[in-house]
């Protein structure tokens, strides 16, 4: 990447949807994206007291950081998670210091985890068709839903309502997303009609089947690590903090 006579290495990133949750014709259907090591500007983002308080410092990072033409609101969760992780390693290298409680001697232990080796998700893609559209039919009432993944267009209608809602004292975050992410009941696409179902006509056991089989198939990185500890102690499964020391351990 060349910028007014001087040049900024970059890198390609592998995306965990492979693009294959994209249309044809959306550049992310390449299932990559060139991004920019982080420089000078980029620290001033992560220092921004503003996009801190709104909860959008990362997006703002990565938008700063993507080379790539796209819509940046296109993308999924789980390919903001690869993101996420090429920006950390793009910024400060693939080495993450965190601290982590020893069960066996009650202390904190330093330890170091290897972002490079954080392995995408083994999703099923033979269901995936270009096209964020996916049908499940749900386990207890033999209705069947058509859903999407969410991107973040669809996280931000969705906090728009949040915020909405909280000064009614109203909290159905749960029911929100799925309103948002539920597409057609039965061949149905009427958005009253899904409203009106997933208030009164979803049953419990069938949500719960519903967000277990969302979370299956929907691409990401596995953002486990196993935690080895100086008394020989193991655990596995434990989830990688991610907050602004992620990228800036001097905060």
Do not use: C
């Amino acid at each position: 990447m060349t910028h007014q006579g001087f040049t900024l290495p970059t890198e390609t990133v592998k995306l965990p949807s492979k693009g294959l949750v994209y249309a044809k014709e959306n550049p992310l259907s390449s299932g990559e994206i060139e991004m920019k090591y982080m420089t000078a500007k980029e620290e001033d983002i992560l220092t921004n007291q503003n996009y801190i308080s709104q909860g959008i410092v990362f997006d703002k990072l990565f938008q700063s950081m993507i080379v790539s033409k796209i819509n940046y609101d296109d993308l999924i969760a789980g390919d903001k998670n690869a993101i996420l992780m090429a920006a950390r390693i793009l910024g400060y290298g693939k080495d993450y210091p965190i601290t982590y409680p020893n069960p066996e001697n009650g202390k904190n232990e330093e330890f170091v985890v290897d972002l490079t080796r954080f392995d995408h998700k083994e999703v099923d893609f033979s269901i995936f068709n270009n096209k964020n559209e996916f049908e499940y039919t749900l386990p207890k009432s033999g209705n069947t839903v058509t859903f999407k993944l969410l991107d973040g267009s669809d996280d931000r209608t969705i906090e728009r309502e949040i915020k909405s809602l909280k000064k009614a004292n109203i909290s159905n975050e749960m029911t929100l997303r799925l309103k948002q992410q539920i597409l057609s009941i039965n061949g149905n696409p009427d958005k009253k009609i899904i409203r009106e179902f997933v208030d009164t006509g979803l049953l419990a056991a069938d949500a719960l089947a519903l967000r277990k089989y969302i979370k299956e198939i929907s691409p990401d990185i596995n953002m486990t690590f196993t935690f080895v500890g100086s008394t020989g102690y193991t655990e596995e499964g434990v989830s990688l903090p991610v907050g602004l020391s992620f990228f800036y351990p001097q905060l």
